[in-house]
């Protein structure tokens, strides 16, 4: 569904919803689309700015996810790109367990999990931090 702005040929103004750009086009060489004020069946479309829905995460999601980030790079040391080494120590049992987040590209993340070596992608970007 489209929505145009209207106008007649007395330049009164209205709105109208559309199955498509088509559909519209073919209504009105019909003559079948007539101003809501005079009747008027010459009806054009008037120039409209385009909607365009924001990927903005509303307040709530934000604070959540600002909250998760916080205990996140409180509780756990940030590895950068050792990330996939220092899970798979950890996993070998050549390094003591603790809490760590990085960086790994899909491939590497996917081999971790096949492995049996538990990872989650994080729902933000890490902050840069020195190894």
Not at 109 to 128: M, S, T, Y
Request: hydrophobic share 40%; aromatic share 6%.
């Amino acid at each position: 569904m489209i929505r145009f702005h209207l106008k007649c040929d007395q330049n009164h103004q209205f709105e109208s919803w559309f199955q498509s750009g088509h559909a519209f086009d073919t209504l009105v060489a019909r003559k079948l689309i007539s101003c809501t004020v005079c009747g008027s069946a010459l009806v054009t479309k008037s120039v409209m700015a385009p909607a365009i829905a924001t990927a903005t995460a509303p307040a709530p999601q934000k604070n959540l996810l600002a909250e998760l980030r916080r205990k996140i790079e409180s509780n756990a040391d940030y590895v950068g790109k050792s990330f996939v080494k220092e899970a798979r120590d950890m996993h070998d049992g050549l390094t003591p367990e603790r809490p760590i987040y990085g960086e790994a590209n899909l491939t590497e993340a996917r081999k971790l999990a096949e492995d049996g070596i538990q990872v989650l992608p994080l729902p933000f970007i890490p902050a840069k931090k020195a190894n």
